[in-house]
């Protein structure tokens, strides 16, 4: 027997720092020495913002944006160009482009080319092809 109940889905609570970091971790993405630089890029790209306390103020393009002299409290908050990119994305079925599996195989062919197990024009071909469809 299947039993039918009424509610309402609510979005993943939105990540700190570290959740964010923790989430690099297990998808492969990143090095101890480059994750403060993805997560720093995102920041400065306007892809997302950190809020703490609740206390929002209106940046420059629309978006809120908060101090961020609390980060144990601070989570990352989607900017209207972040949203705006993933949407595209998904409207371009271009999966890869939003998720972590491409970063992920960016990661392990560069350190394929590194160790000299991998050439770079061979990785450049193989990931330009799933792109050309677009």
Known sequence: ???IVEGSTTPPSLLTESELVDKMHSNGIGTD???ADH???VQD???TFLVSDGRRRRGNNGDT???TSNCRRSRFHPSNLGVALIEGYKNMEAKGMFTPDLRRQMER???LISENKRKVKKIIYDGKSPLDSL
């Open 33 to 35: 020495a480059t994750i």
């Open 1 to 3: 027997m299947v039993k």
């Open 65 to 67: 944006a908060a101090s």
């Open 45 to 47: 790209r306007c892809y």
């Open 109 to 111: 062919d560069v350190q």
């Open 39 to 41: 997560v720093q890029k």
